[in-house]
């Protein structure tokens, strides 16, 4: 249950993965606004909240300013989650990623400004750590990014940087570390990992690991996602606002350990995906190769205490895809 309550909450790509989680989880205390053009949300993940008295849907672009104008009037509090995602789209378009990514941030972030909006909490990327081989990934250590969306990311936690200072609205981003769980879209040329390996399990087709699958990964379930945006929105400490987090578990796990985790749990249900062979391809351009997060800044400031570990986030996730599945 929230712990916010008799708030007007916007959320920008409310439709989508992490988005439509936050939405359900806001929604029976709050009054709460989507936003979202459907680009990459699905009307699917909002079906249930389309009647909920609380809730209000706007289909339109951050990319139009008097779009933005309007999603945030009378708000106290804008979750920005709109983003195209994914660095193989944003290699082979990085105009169109810099367009909604940038120019839409910036849009979204000036009619809060403009509107007097309480708090501007985004959603960030650990993609911003670029080519620092440092373990764990510290809050103030970046290296430089090493794709067209890792740039854009990096972007807006400088214009929210710039804007805080110069127009004192307060504003938090959340470096998401690989986030997964219920509503995230397996189908598409630009998938994450978890939800596209879990389709072909449940295909019986063979996943296809890119590398020898000892990449690794901060794999961060979406309560703990949820919880974060939460406390960023609680929080008054004056040290904890106008800042980034990492939004993560902690951990690391290997592309073989997900797979086999995924083969166990989805073994429960179907024992065939036991025997379905795993297919190693080339590396993809653009990966870093191992991901963890320093979660201590979140603890200190905000008392983050992460819910659900990786294989206990992706055991529930494993159940929610076998129960929703067509």
């Given at each position: 249950?929230?712990?916010?309550?008799?708030k007007?909450?916007l959320i920008t790509g409310g439709?989508?993965?992490?988005?439509?989680?936050?939405?359900g989880?806001?929604?029976?205390d709050?009054?709460?606004?989507?936003?979202?053009?459907?680009?990459t949300?699905?009307?699917?993940?909002?079906?249930?909240?389309l009647?909920?008295?609380?809730f209000?849907?706007?289909?339109?672009?951050?990319?139009d300013?008097e779009?933005?104008?309007?999603a945030?009037?009378?708000?106290?509090?804008?979750?920005?989650?709109?983003a195209l995602?994914s660095?193989?789209r944003s290699i082979?378009?990085?105009?169109?990623?810099?367009?909604?990514?940038?120019?839409?941030?910036?849009?979204m972030?000036?009619?809060a400004?403009n509107?007097?909006v309480?708090?501007?909490?985004y959603?960030?990327?650990?993609?911003?750590?670029?080519d620092s081989e440092k373990?764990p990934?510290?809050e103030?250590?970046i290296?430089k990014?090493?794709s067209?969306?890792?740039?854009?990311?990096?972007?807006?936690?400088?214009?929210?940087?710039?804007?805080?200072?110069?127009?004192?609205?307060?504003?938090i981003?959340?470096?998401?570390?690989?986030?997964?769980?219920?509503?995230?879209d397996?189908?598409g040329a630009y998938a994450?990992?978890?939800?596209k390996?879990v389709a072909?399990?449940?295909?019986h087709?063979?996943?296809?690991?890119?590398g020898?699958?000892?990449?690794?990964r901060?794999f961060?379930?979406?309560?703990n996602?949820?919880?974060?945006?939460e406390?960023a929105?609680?929080?008054d400490?004056p040290?904890?606002?106008?800042?980034?987090?990492?939004t993560?578990f902690?951990e690391?796990?290997?592309?073989?350990?997900?797979v086999?985790?995924?083969?166990?749990?989805l073994?429960?249900?179907?024992p065939?995906?036991?025997?379905?062979?795993?297919?190693?391809?080339?590396n993809?351009?653009g990966d870093?190769p191992?991901?963890?997060?320093s979660?201590?800044?979140?603890?200190r400031?905000l008392?983050?205490?992460?819910?659900?570990?990786m294989?206990?986030?992706?055991?529930?996730?494993v159940?929610w895809?076998?129960?929703?599945?067509?």
């Amino acid at each position: 249950m929230s712990k916010i309550a008799k708030k007007k909450i916007l959320i920008t790509g409310g439709a989508g993965f992490i988005g439509s989680n936050l939405c359900g989880y806001f929604l029976e205390d709050n009054e709460v606004i989507c936003l979202d053009n459907f680009s990459t949300g699905h009307y699917h993940n909002i079906q249930s909240f389309l009647l909920h008295p609380n809730f209000k849907l706007i289909e339109g672009d951050i990319r139009d300013f008097e779009t933005c104008e309007r999603a945030v009037l009378g708000v106290d509090f804008v979750l920005h989650e709109a983003a195209l995602g994914s660095v193989p789209r944003s290699i082979n378009d990085p105009i169109t990623t810099n367009e909604v990514n940038v120019s839409g941030f910036l849009n979204m972030l000036t009619a809060a400004r403009n509107a007097g909006v309480k708090r501007f909490i985004y959603a960030a990327s650990s993609s911003t750590y670029g080519d620092s081989e440092k373990l764990p990934k510290i809050e103030e250590v970046i290296g430089k990014p090493l794709s067209p969306y890792a740039v854009t990311k990096y972007v807006n936690e400088l214009y929210a940087d710039v804007f805080s200072k110069t127009y004192s609205i307060a504003t938090i981003g959340l470096r998401y570390f690989n986030v997964f769980g219920r509503n995230q879209d397996p189908n598409g040329a630009y998938a994450a990992v978890i939800p596209k390996f879990v389709a072909q399990f449940l295909n019986h087709e063979s996943p296809i690991i890119n590398g020898d699958g000892n990449f690794s990964r901060d794999f961060t379930y979406i309560d703990n996602v949820i919880q974060m945006n939460e406390l960023a929105m609680l929080s008054d400490h004056p040290e904890a606002i106008n800042t980034v987090y990492n939004t993560a578990f902690g951990e690391r796990t290997t592309l073989n350990e997900l797979v086999h985790s995924l083969k166990e749990f989805l073994a429960e249900f179907d024992p065939e995906i036991a025997t379905v062979p795993i297919v190693y391809g080339e590396n993809r351009v653009g990966d870093i190769p191992h991901s963890l997060a320093s979660i201590e800044k979140a603890k200190r400031l905000l008392n983050y205490a992460p819910k659900f570990s990786m294989r206990e986030g992706l055991k529930e996730t494993v159940k929610w895809y076998w129960e929703t599945r067509k």
